[in-house]
């Protein structure tokens, strides 16, 4: 059963404040920051509770740990290879490209907010042309 917590209120209001796209370590970091009293278990669990209820999305990373974020809008992710950060962006698919998906698949697509793309950020690249 979910009901409401005033915990879970703290930890969903800590993760909306957070625009880095957080890892479960650093939302607890942030909570024990707003309240010393709620453990790192109570987060952890809570966590996984607002993603099951649609609250949050969890970004599930290739290396390193998974990253959550506030789902405010459908929007879509790039996480840098390098540095493991992840940055938003918005892109709808094309009805050209949904049609070709759908006939391959025999699947509708309803929802074009879960691509993850894995590339190379602008601090990465910079910084790899210094060395």
Do not use: W
């Not at 405010?72 to 790039?78: A, D, F, G, L, R």
């Amino acid at each position: 059963m979910n009901n409401y917590s005033k915990q879970r209120e703290i930890i969903l209001n800590v993760i909306k404040d957070m625009h880095t796209h957080p890892t479960a370590e650093e939302i607890y970091e942030k909570v024990h920051d707003v309240d010393e009293k709620i453990s790192k278990s109570t987060v952890y669990r809570n966590i996984n509770i607002l993603v099951d209820n649609g609250k949050i999305r969890k970004i599930s990373m290739p290396f390193g740990s998974d990253r959550y974020d506030y789902f405010h809008k459908i929007h879509n992710h790039i996480v840098c290879e390098k540095c493991g950060k992840v940055f938003d962006f918005n892109f709808e698919i094309p009805k050209e490209l949904r049609e070709v998906i759908n006939s391959q698949l025999h699947n509708k697509i309803t929802l074009t907010d879960n691509i993850k793309i894995n590339g190379i950020c602008n601090d990465c690249m910079e910084s790899s042309k210094i060395k």
